[in-house]
Nanobody, 126 residues
Framework: QVQLVESGGGSVQAGGSLTLSCAAS????????MCWFRQAPGKEREGVAS???????SYADSVKGRFTISQDNAKNTLYLQMNSLKPEDTAMYYC????????????????????WGQGTQVTVSS
């Protein structure tokens, strides 16, 4: 059973930065696709950034150039570096995992992922 635990959320002013972490147990990142999702109140969960077992990344257009996904296989930890934060980035952020390759090959789609963390809140004030 894969367990994911996010941390690093908080409150920040617009233009600021945060780094989220996702610690995993029971497997290595080298055989899984990992993704950060977010969900704001009243909105659907959306994929923000993904990384596959080869290290290839995908980003939502809304965060390209501002967010960076990375992983430390030795520590079984996934990261999301978020810079130039905007109020519209306010949401609960979740990390998710699924065996690589994905069934449908859509790296930012929630339905592709089997395992989810509990989330960490990010609030960006203007």
């Amino acid at each position: 059973q894969v367990q994911l635990v996010e941390s690093g959320g908080g409150s920040v002013q617009a233009g600021g930065s945060l780094t989220l972490s996702c610690a995993a147990s029971s497997y290595t990142y080298s055989s899984y696709c990992m993704c950060w999702f977010r969900q704001a109140p009243g909105k659907e969960r959306e994929g923000v950034a993904s990384i596959d077992s080869d290290g290839s990344t995908s980003y939502a257009d809304s965060v390209k150039g501002r967010f960076t996904i990375s992983q430390d296989n030795a520590k079984n930890t996934l990261y999301l570096q978020m810079n130039s934060l905007k109020p519209e980035d306010t949401a609960m952020y979740y990390c998710a995992a699924a065996p690589d390759p994905l069934n449908g090959g859509t790296y930012l789609a929630p339905l592709e992922y089997n395992y989810w963390g509990q989330g960490t809140q990010v609030t960006v004030s203007s």
